[in-house]
Each structure stands twice: as C-alpha cells, then as structure tokens.
C-alpha cells in the first residue's frame, strides 16, 4: 500500500504507472519460468510428480512466446518510433 500511497502524493497517472510496473514485472518472468519449468520436468528430482512431455513443451513453448515479446518491447523501445 505504501507504493500506490506515494505514486498519488507525487502525482504520478496511477494507471500509467501501474502499467509499467507490469512491463518491468514482465521482465523477471523467465528468471522463473525457465527453472521451474526444468525442475518440474526432472524424474530425479519431482518423482511421481514430474512433469508430463506435454506439459513442459506447453511450459517451454509459453516461456520463449514471453521472452520473444519481451525482446520485441526492447527492439520497439530503444530503436523503432
């Protein structure tokens, strides 16, 4: 609460900064998709419960869609427009 408190005492749009603080949060997302995807897929490790083959190519196919948009917002930041 006390983030969303100081964004309206210095008068910054909540909404705008709302939304960049996702694009930032969107960057962390494959520091832990990557791992868990790799420990959820290791009989070694999970056992029983290891990841099905489906699952980890959905999982794998889900992490690269998210780091390819995440190269894409870097590309249409820094050189396009």
Same mark, same amino acid.
């Given at each position: 609460?006390?983030? &969303?408190?100081?964004?309206? #005492?210095?008068?910054? @749009?909540?909404? *705008?900064?709302?939304?960049?603080?996702?694009?930032?949060? &969107?960057?962390?997302?494959?520091? #832990?998709?990557?791992?868990?995807?790799?420990?959820?897929? *290791?009989? @070694?490790?999970?056992?029983?419960?290891?990841?099905?083959?489906?699952?980890?190519?959905?999982? &794998?196919?889900? #992490?690269?869609?998210?780091?390819?948009?995440?190269?894409?917002?870097l590309?249409?930041?820094?050189?396009?427009?």
């Open positions: 609460m006390g983030p &969303s408190l100081i964004v309206i #005492a210095i008068g910054l @749009d909540p909404t *705008r900064t709302l939304v960049l603080s996702q694009v930032v949060l &969107s960057f962390g997302l494959p520091f #832990a998709i990557i791992p868990l995807v790799m420990f959820t897929s *290791r009989k @070694d490790i999970m056992g029983v419960l290891v990841n099905k083959k489906i699952t980890t190519i959905l999982a &794998s196919i889900v #992490a690269a869609l998210i780091i390819l948009l995440n190269i894409y917002l590309y249409e930041t820094l050189f396009a427009g």
